[in-house]
């Protein structure tokens, strides 16, 4: 079992910055990759970046050079360093990861983009 708790969402303008954090605890020695979701109103979700524990990362197109992603093994968390935010970017964000086959989520975080 594996236990995922999003922080950091809110409300910002356009051309703002958020950081969200996302704490993992149980089984965490298993976890290799982790990764931001996020889901727009009306619309499915998607990977937004993902890192692995030996620090590769991968972002979304419409996220790069905009967003970066980082872990910190040692306190089992993963942060989302959101820049140059849109309205576009605006939805639920959603840590996840796979452990042993089963997908876990985190109970997700609002980001709100005002233009």
């Known amino acids: 079992q594996v236990q995922l708790v999003e922080s950091g969402g809110g409300l910002v303008q356009a051309g703002g910055s958020l950081r969200l954090s996302c704490a993992a605890s149980?089984?965490?020695?298993?976890?290799?990759?982790m990764g931001w979701y996020r889901q727009a109103p009306g619309k499915q979700r998607e990977l937004v970046a993902a890192t692995t524990s030996y620090g590769s990362t991968n972002y979304a197109d419409s996220v790069k050079g905009r967003f970066t992603i980082s872990r910190d093994n040692a306190k089992n968390t993963v942060y989302l360093e959101m820049n140059s935010l849109k309205p576009e970017d605006t939805g639920v964000y959603y840590c996840?990861?796979?452990?042993?086959?089963?997908?876990?989520w985190g109970q997700g975080t609002q980001v709100t983009v005002s233009s």
């Open positions: 149980g089984s965490i020695f298993s976890i290799n990759v």
């Open positions: 996840s990861t796979m452990v042993a086959g089963r997908r876990y």
